[in-house]
């Protein structure tokens, strides 16, 4: 895939957006005892996923405009190189997601309900960390479940050895009514919780997949590729707990 700046240098911009220049969405507790019939649980499609890499503070993008293009230019190519691991390792990001989150789900007692095709292709309106603004009704299940990734891949908080990159994750996740209209549940979550998001449920990222340096996150080969299945458990394992 050809490098896209325009792409790149909105991915500068996605640290300041999750660190409070835009509102997140309006958490909400889910009541279990309230919520005892909810068996079935009716996945949304949600967006393609695309493994990134991302540096907090690049050196870069302290110098203006070309800087910018300079720290894009350089994380577009790391971005590349791991997605090659990825693609070398057959690792599908959202097909991950669904098997381990179905799995942490049936240990609490729930059934989910996945979509013919989990990315979506009917574009939903959406708002804040891209959960749909509405919903419509669905048969067959006790609640919706709409999710969405926001950032998934490796992040630094800076350059250098201090900063490494570390297994990075973060999802918003919704659940609402079979007719759409009543809000069971609102939260989001971070691992790795490097883009300092507000009251996410934030999780520490497991020091054995920590990288001082890009060469060493390459170097790991399909090492690294598990550090991102790690985060995507992990995650799954938090939303089923709470749930």
């Known amino acids: 895939m050809k490098w896209n700046p325009l792409r790149t240098l ?10 409070g220049c835009v509102s997140m969405p309006k958490q909400q507790a889910f009541n279990r005892e309230t919520h005892t019939t909810i068996k079935t649980i009716a996945v949304l499609e949600t967006h393609e996923t695309r493994p990134a890499v991302f540096m907090m503070n690049h050196p870069g993008a302290n110098f203006g405009l070309i800087g910018g293009l300079i720290a894009a230019g ?4 790391k971005e590349k190189k791991l997605n090659a691991l990825i693609e070398q390792a057959q690792f599908q990001p959202l097909g991950y997601f669904r098997e381990r989150l179905t799995v942490r789900m049936e240990e609490r007692g729930y059934t989910l309900v996945w979509p013919q095709s989990q990315v979506e292709k009917t574009k939903a309106s959406r708002g804040t960390f891209g959960l749909r603004k509405a919903y419509t009704g669905t048969q067959g299940a006790d609640a919706q479940m709409d999710i969405n990734f926001g950032f998934f891949g490796y992040a630094a908080a800076g350059a250098g050895d201090a900063a490494p ?3 990075t994750a973060t999802m918003a996740v919704r659940l609402v009514s079979p007719d759409g209209k009543q809000n069971y549940y609102t939260d989001y979550f971070a691992y790795n919780n490097v883009f300092n998001m507000r009251d996410a449920v934030a999780m520490n990222a497991d020091p054995e997949f920590s990288y001082p340096g890009f060469d060493e996150l390459q170097a790991a080969g399909p090492r690294s590729v598990d550090g991102l299945k790690l985060a995507i458990d992990s995650i799954a394992s938090e939303i089923a707990r709470q749930l």
Not at 10 to 19: G, K, N, R, V, W
Not at 74 to 77: C, E, F, I, L, P
């Open 10 to 19: 909105c991915a500068l911009a996605f640290a300041s957006i999750l660190t």
């Open 165 to 167: 990159y570390r297994p």
């Open 74 to 77: 350089d994380m577009a190519s």
